[in-house]
């Protein structure tokens, strides 16, 4: 499968998750992310920012489908995971990040 990458960031910096499964284009993408608290959120669905989630403002998908946060808060820190799908079918094992 794919490894799991750390990411080690201080708060009020700008980070990049890498998805390192990503198809060729983003429309298959979503990204979730889970920490010990809580249930899961998605956090970008198809290619698409969600706009319910409190931090959506700092988010943005990267041209190669990663997630870049910025002003890293310490309610980020947790496990991300990078998810492809294709025809409601998901393709491949998930990428995950652990940001620190």
């Known amino acids: 499968g794919v490894d ?4 080690f960031i201080s708060s009020g910096e700008n980070v990049r998750l890498p998805c390192n499964n990503a198809l060729h284009d983003c429309k298959s993408t979503t990204w979730n992310y ?4 809580s249930a899961a959120v998605e956090l970008i669905g198809l290619g698409i920012k969600k706009k319910d ?3 959506h403002e700092r988010l943005s998908l990267g041209s190669d ?13 947790g496990s991300y995971t990078c998810r492809q799908y294709v025809n409601d079918k998901q393709q491949g094992t998930d990428a995950r990040v652990f940001l620190h």
């Open 4 to 7: 799991d990458a750390h990411v």
């Open 34 to 37: 889970n920490n010990r608290h």
């Open 53 to 55: 989630i409190e931090r």
């Open 65 to 77: 489908c990663s997630l870049n946060i910025k002003n890293i808060i310490k309610e980020d820190y």
